[in-house]
């Protein structure tokens, strides 16, 4: 793929927005902290600077944490959300359709539950130690496992139908939905540990770290390295998967790399950030609008597009509401929901036609 | 384009909203149904409707309560007399009705669907007033007390509390006139989210019982409330108070602090906390750090002696 000028103009005013919006997003907190102090604490971490006091060096570092996290989760998301509108040749799919959310809400259950004691003697002994990195580990691989399981089902003879995959998807989401309504009924009465699960569901960005940002950054490199193999063949695809065939198109193999790249992302996500809807629907029709029709397009727009979308929503409430008014999950179905309908109704004619 | 509603219709809405209004306040203030004088067939439906029955009938009169009292009430240490009483897992009309009883009490919070179920069945339903302090947990106790007809052992009871809580005023002013009060926060993270307590709440009436300044509460913070790695970094508390689970989750921790105490313990980003630095993070029993009742003194006791070890521990540091 060659790069024109357009594009290295858009990626530069990407990258300087995403620079400005994260400087931005370290600037607010909780605590008064000097901007002097955030850029010495910030240059610490790099050895560019003498680090601050331990507290206010690790408040710097918190809030750079969660810039960078709040980056990755928005990228992969809406990467995530591209790819699959891509694979089902439907503008309304999103990653939970294949199971993501569902099964990492399901893995971070499990890790919650071992993390509150309701676990065997031996489990909790070989756990101890391991909390911090037990939800973000469940809750990964549980979507990851859950998309595979959808995937295996709705494969016959290496052939996956986008249909079949749909509906095995709807089946596979209710049992998972089941199973982590009857964790979170039994967990009732423990209210911290229900309280916990409740909160999970929410997704946060508050207090993340290093891990939980090498986690999505690692599975996002890894879901964009992916495009080159894709781009071209959904679009391709749009038509139907007998004329992308018929085009030279294997679109067997295209599936399934887009769906690996797009459970890969959603799932390292979900998994550090909880459960945040609507980035991974709302960024690629936002991207569309503006211009980016094509996925050979879209899909490398989607990436910036999505942090910055995910980063100047999180902190505009921030500023608005004040901090922890409103987890990310929350605030992007109450935000999200009516800012897409509204797009949906002032663009009917473009809309469609996608 | 305006609809015009008859004056009739007005009428009965008026009369149905007014009907509402009524009905909701009767259910705050009295029992409703016919409850005898001196009920002997009591559900108590929660923890707190627990401790407070508990505390006022003898067993024999108590019909049934839900298991989870087992860990978050006063009958935590399973005392044999109430062996015998019936227990049920959810708060459901059909097992309370299987109870035959002639007064259950409940929590303000608890299924108003229920609740109605049970009145139509002609049991009378008490319910508790919400308890965010002292002077709540003194009204649900005189509340039930009027209820079960057992107001002079309530009369008794509170004068007993008062003095306890005297004697826990008294030992704080002390305790403040040798040091600066402790500058505590409650905390509690079992991997969603991490969350405090301001003011409001009844940990915040047990922190003021024992003389601990409450960091959320003077933020400005009423009510529970979420409480970020930053948040803890920029209070930097000198005392963090956690909940220890009893039965339910045992072997969470097998450290002090249950989940909680020992993701403070081990979070690297949390390591620079005086709290964690110098170890003065202590826990409360579940059944105390929630409660919702009269124990609120009882935790108030707990918290008390632990922040004495604490003190004494510190002091022999110092001397060291």
């Known amino acids: ?354 | 384009m305006s609809f015009p509603i008859p004056v009739a219709f007005r009428g009965a809405l008026a009369l149905a909203l007014a009907a509402c209004v009524a009905c909701s306040r009767v259910e705050q203030a009295a029992p409703g149904g016919s409850a005898p004088a001196k009920p002997v067939r009591i559900v108590a439906t929660s923890a707190t409707a627990v401790d407070i029955v508990a505390a006022l009938v003898e067993p024999g009169r108590i019909a049934g309560f839900p298991v989870q009292a087992l860990e978050y009430s006063s009958l935590h240490a399973e005392p044999p007399q109430f062996a015998a009483i019936a227990k049920f897992e959810a708060y459901l009309a059909e097992p309370v009705l299987a109870l035959r009883p002639d007064l259950v009490v409940i929590d303000p919070w608890q299924a108003p669907e229920t609740s109605a179920r049970l009145r139509e069945a002609g049991v009378s339903v008490l319910a508790l007033p919400e308890v965010r302090g002292l002077e709540d947990a003194y009204a649900a106790l005189r509340a039930v007390a009027q209820a079960v007809g057992e107001p002079e052992r309530a009369e008794r009871l509170q004068g007993e509390l008062e003095k306890r809580c005297e004697g826990l005023r008294e030992r704080a002013a002390k305790r403040s006139g040798a040091r600066e009060p402790l500058r505590a926060l409650c905390y509690s993270n079992f991997g969603g989210a991490g969350s405090t307590a301001g003011s409001g709440t009844t940990v915040h009436a047990m922190f003021e019982l024992v003389g601990l300044r409450n960091l959320t509460a003077e933020r400005g913070t009423v009510g529970h409330t979420a409480a970020t790695f930053e948040d803890l970094l920029a209070l930097d508390p000198d005392l963090i108070v956690t909940s220890q689970p009893l039965k339910m989750g045992e072997g969470s921790s097998g450290d002090r602090g249950g989940a909680s105490g020992k993701l403070l313990r081990t979070e690297p980003m949390l390591a620079g906390l005086r709290a964690v630095r110098e170890d003065r993070i202590v826990a409360l029993p579940a059944w105390l750090f929630a409660s919702g009742s009269h124990e609120l003194v009882t935790g108030a006791e707990k918290l008390e002696s632990e922040v004495e070890a604490l003190l004494a521990r510190l002091e022999g540091e110092a001397h060291k």
């Not at chain 1, 539950?113 to 469940?138: H, M, Q, S, T």
């Not at chain 1, 891990?211 to 999505?216: A, F």
């Not at chain 1, 490199?221 to 391709?236: G, H, K, M, Q, T």
Request: include cysteine.
């Open chain 1, 1 to 354: 793929m060659k790069l024109d000028a357009k594009d290295l103009r858009a990626a530069a005013l990407y990258a300087l927005a995403l620079a400005g919006l994260a400087l931005a997003s370290t600037n607010v907190g909780s605590s008064a902290l000097k901007a002097s102090e955030l850029l010495q604490g910030l240059g610490a971490m790099f050895g560019l600077a003498e680090p601050l006091e331990r507290n206010v060096q690790a408040i710097a570092e918190l809030r750079l944490w969660r810039a960078i996290c709040t980056i990755g989760v928005g990228a992969a998301l809406a990467l995530s959300g591209g790819l699959i509108q891509g694979m089902f040749r439907n503008a309304l799919a999103s990653p939970s359709l294949i199971g993501v959310t569902g099964g990492a809400s399901l893995g971070a259950a499990f890790a919650i539950l071992i993390v509150g004691g309701y676990a065997p003697r031996l489990v909790l002994e070989n756990a101890a130690g391991f909390d911090a990195v037990l939800i973000p580990l469940f809750s990964f691989l549980g979507a990851l496992g859950t998309t595979a399981l959808v995937a295996m089902i709705a494969s016959a003879r290496g052939r996956t139908s986008v249909t079949t995959l749909l509906l095995v998807g709807i089946a596979v989401n209710m049992c998972v939905a089941g199973v982590f309504a009857a964790i979170q009924f039994l967990s009732l009465e423990d209210w911290e540990v229900s309280k916990a699960i409740l909160a999970w569901t929410f997704g946060t960005l508050d207090d993340r770290k290093g891990l939980h940002c090498v986690t999505v950054l690692t599975a996002l490199a890894l879901s964009v390295a992916a495009i080159p193999f894709v781009a071209r063949e959904l679009d391709l695809l749009k038509a139907g998967e007998a004329d992308a065939q018929a085009l030279g198109v294997d679109v067997a193999r295209t599936k399934r790399i887009a769906l690996v790249a797009a459970a890969l992302s959603a799932s390292a996500a979900v998994a550090v950030a909880g459960q945040i809807g609507f980035v991974g629907l709302v960024v690629p029709h936002l991207v569309r609008l503006c211009g980016a029709g094509s996925y050979r397009k879209l899909l490398w727009h989607v990436v910036p597009a999505g942090a910055l979308f995910l980063l100047g929503a999180d902190l505009l409430q921030r500023l608005l509401l004040g901090e922890g008014a409103l987890q990310p999950g929350v605030m992007m179905s109450l935000v999200g929901g009516p800012f897409f309908l509204f797009l949906l109704v002032r663009n009917r004619r473009e809309v469609s036609t996608w």
